[in-house]
């Protein structure tokens, strides 16, 4: 009996293993919507200049922000350069709510951007999955729903877990506004929404230490 409840236990960890093994070694990248835009996680030069390649890409949107000096981010730059693609930064956090105005940089971006595109974060799981789910939400009229189910799940390696269910949040207070347009939530509700789930955020950071260290000494 403690035979079977050990390899019940096992199984779903083994899985996840194996699917974490098999996004590394893809570097995560996936259609969003095929021939149109791509998804992936943080390419090194070779693999980046390949992908641009192969699927004719015309921008790539990073969402680790500007990191100037930091040799990942001066490659990214290098290569779109060279080979006359267009380069977006936007700053987001997966273990935050991304701030309203990056939101809605991202959005514009999906108007005025040169496609195909690709979005990329550093695992391209979970910042990179909010932002799947918003094109497919404001440009492909999905529910909020259908686009989260598509794409934040474990098969690009994330999950709804702490600290990175933000991502998944911002989808369920989206889909708690009844229907209303993303854009027009975002600059009218959202902020609201934003600095009020902020205010307890810091709040839970300030604690977490005082509670760790009370659980360490009694």
Known sequence: MKCRIILFAFIPAFIFICIQGWRIFTHNIHPVDQGRVFRSSQLNSEDLEKTIRQYHLKTVINLRGKNTHKPWYDEEIEICQRLGIDHLDIRWSAKHLPEPDEILKLLHAFHTATYPLLLHCQAGADRTGLASALYLI??????????????LNLAVGHMALYPYFEMDEFLIHFENS?????????TNQYPTIYAQESKESTWNEMIEP?????????
Not at 178 to 186: A, F, H, K, R, T
Not at 210 to 218: A, D, G, I, S
């Open 138 to 151: 404001d440009q492909k009229h999905l529910s909020s729903q259908e686009a989260a189910h598509r794409s």
């Open 178 to 186: 009844q229907g209303i347009d993303l854009e027009q939530w975002v």
């Open 210 to 218: 005082l509670v760790m260290h009370q659980k360490r000494f009694p």
